[in-house]
């Protein structure tokens, strides 16, 4: 099991820039898959971006491609998403998530936004304004 919690939500201008952090409690975060994903209330929850166990690969929307960057400190049990050149669509809640890599499929570029995530944070909002 793994909790999870997110920060480094607030307000920006469009254009900037924004760091989310994501911490996790378990000793054994370096065998969880992890993404973000966001959503707006009303609509479907979205995948932005996901990442193997060690960093190693990564795979990102097509939305956020070029702007957004997910990386993971495992030895601080840390996820990160890097967000650039943020847009005032870019608003709304952004949660993590955590998959126990034994327990579903392998995350590919064809899943990581479908399969089935365990463990959830309670989500940071993030607030981009033109």
């Known amino acids: 099991q793994v909790r999870l919690s997110e920060s480094g939500g607030g307000s920006v201008q469009a254009g900037g820039s924004r760091r989310l952090s994501c911490a996790a409690n378990?000793?054994?975060?370096?065998?969880?898959?992890m993404g973000w994903f966001r959503q707006v209330p009303g609509k479907e929850r979205e995948g932005v971006a996901a990442?193997?166990?060690?960093?190693?690969?990564?795979y990102s929307a097509d939305s956020v491609k070029g702007r957004f960057t997910c990386s993971r400190g495992n030895p601080k049990n840390m996820l990160y998403l890097q967000m650039n050149n943020l847009k005032p669509e870019d608003t709304t809640v952004y949660y993590c998530?955590?998959?126990?890599?034994?327990?579903?499929?392998?995350?590919?570029?064809?899943?990581?936004?479908?399969?089935?995530?365990?463990?959830w944070g309670q989500g940071t909002q993030v607030t981009v304004s033109s």
């Open positions: 378990s000793d054994t975060y370096s065998c969880y898959y």
């Open positions: 990442i193997s166990t060690t960093g190693d690969v990564t």
């Open positions: 998530a955590a998959l126990w890599v034994g327990t579903g499929p392998r995350l590919t570029e064809e899943n990581w936004m479908r399969i089935e995530y365990k463990y």
